[in-house]
Every structure is written in structure tokens, then in C-alpha cells.
């Protein structure tokens, strides 16, 4: 799709950080952080960052089980506003 670009935390640098400051961090060069961590929606108060979260739940977190989410995930980014989030289940 263009216009979109994606990277991954561990390619950024970012994999020691824990949730908070991995979305502190994130939230300075990116509009929506793409995550198979379903559980940090509950952990984090979403309000207080400047991104959207997308929290993918696949079967496995597999490449395999997770591409198919990608249209679905394109078109839920549409949708969120700032501090939102959604699941996109597979």
C-alpha cells in the first residue's frame, strides 16, 4: 500500500524497552505501533500516546498466521484515532 512503511522493534533498536517506554519511544516516529502483545492494551493507558495500537491475534505469531491479518490491519488503521486501539483477530 503506499504511503506505508513499516519497521520492526527489533530492527529500531527498541527490544530491551518495556511497554511504556517502547511506546513513548515509538510514538515520535510513527502514528499506529503494530503489536502481537494482546495483552498491552490492558496495560498501558493508550490515551496518554500519540499512536494508535493494532494488536494482531493470530493463531501463532508465526509470518504465516500473521500476513493474512495485513488487509484486515490496513483498513483498522484507517479508523483509529490517536490513543485507540484495536484487534484484529485471526
Not at 15 to 38: C, P
Not at 73 to 80: A, I, K, N
Request: net charge negative; charged share 25%.
Amino acid at each position: 500500500m503506499p504511503g506505508v512503511e513499516a519497521d520492526s522493534v527489533f530492527d529500531k533498536g527498541w527490544s530491551g524497552l518495556k511497554n511504556g517506554a517502547l511506546l513513548a519511544v515509538a510514538e515520535k516516529e510513527y502514528d499506529i505501533f503494530i503489536t502481537a502483545d494482546q495483552s498491552l492494551p490492558n496495560q498501558q493507558h493508550l490515551p496518554r500516546f500519540e499512536l494508535s495500537v493494532v494488536v494482531l491475534a493470530a493463531r501463532t505469531n508465526r509470518l504465516e498466521d500473521l500476513l493474512p491479518l495485513v488487509p484486515r490491519v490496513l483498513e483498522e488503521c484507517r479508523g483509529l484515532g490517536k490513543g485507540e486501539s484495536s484487534v484484529v483477530r485471526g
